[in-house]
């Protein structure tokens, strides 16, 4: 799998003038432009998922994720948003969108973030999570090569919850960094998109591959009773156990 959103420049694309609150608690704007490879802002994107960006803001040691969609001036190419850093520490913002004409891109940087540092610590994986009183429930592996299947069970108090919304244009958004350089994948849900009315649950499930055995925050985005809610997890990915092909067969017994 490609891996993304581990530099500011990608295709000639460029992740600018990043501006954010310095210090913990501060209410501020982050802005930020992107730049094309003649330095011009870029003031035109293509709709993803009906946005035209995608803004993924995240402390480095996994805590503290958000997905925001920040507002563009067109005449300037600034996007900002409103946002205040609950914790100090080191940030990641990625940039996830698809300048007009051009390819995709995630772009990303770090924002440091003044006050008293605690890093989370990780003890296995955490694939149960509680959010509003909602429980959610990864089961699957997380898989390099050819990946794997991960599904998101959703319920409260015991019963499943059949009134899953779509979001986005779909059940479940899900986005996965690696531990280490937060290396960022895009994991698309299974399935026909939704129509806008349309309930479901309580599965949504994921096609996923890894780049790399090791650690993963996954951060699920999901829509009940007109609310958007994300649970955070923590998956060990593995090597997928190599399917004997005929290639492979041949080549062993040609030796
Ligand atoms: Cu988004």
């Known amino acids: 799998m490609d891996i993304t959103g581990t530099t500011i420049s990608r295709g000639g694309h460029l992740l600018t003038d990043v501006s954010a609150p310095t210090a913990a608690g501060e209410a501020g704007t982050l802005t930020f432009t992107i730049r094309a490879a003649d330095g011009t802002p870029v003031t035109a994107f293509a709709h993803s998922h009906g946005k035209a960006l995608h803004l993924i803001a995240v402390r480095t040691d996994g805590t503290g994720y958000r997905h925001l969609h920040p507002a563009l001036d067109a005449a300037t190419g600034v996007w900002s948003t409103p946002v205040t850093w609950d914790a100090a520490g080191s ?73 899953l919304q779509p979001y986005l244009g779909a059940f479940g958004h899900l986005v996965a960094l690696r531990e280490g350089d937060l290396a960022y994948l895009h994991v698309h849900a299974l399935g026909e998109d939704p129509a806008p009315a349309d309930l479901s649950g309580p599965e949504v499930a994921f096609h996923a591959s890894a780049p790399t055995p090791g650690r993963y925050f996954l951060y699920l985005d999901f829509q009940v009773d007109g609310r958007v809610r994300t649970g955070s997890f923590v998956v060990e990915a593995s090597d997928s156990p190599a399917a004997p092909t005929e290639h492979h067969l041949h080549h062993v017994h040609a030796h």
């Open 91 to 163: 940030y990641r913002i990625f940039a996830d969108a698809t300048p007009l004409g051009a390819e995709g891109v995630t772009l990303s940087r770090t924002i440091d973030v003044a006050g008293d540092l605690r890093p989370a610590e990780y003890r296995g994986e955490r694939r149960h999570v509680t959010v509003d009183g909602l429980d959610v429930h990864l089961d699957g592996a997380l898989r390099t090569g050819d990946g794997g299947v991960l599904t998101v069970t959703v319920s409260e108090h015991g019963h499943p919850v059949q009134r």
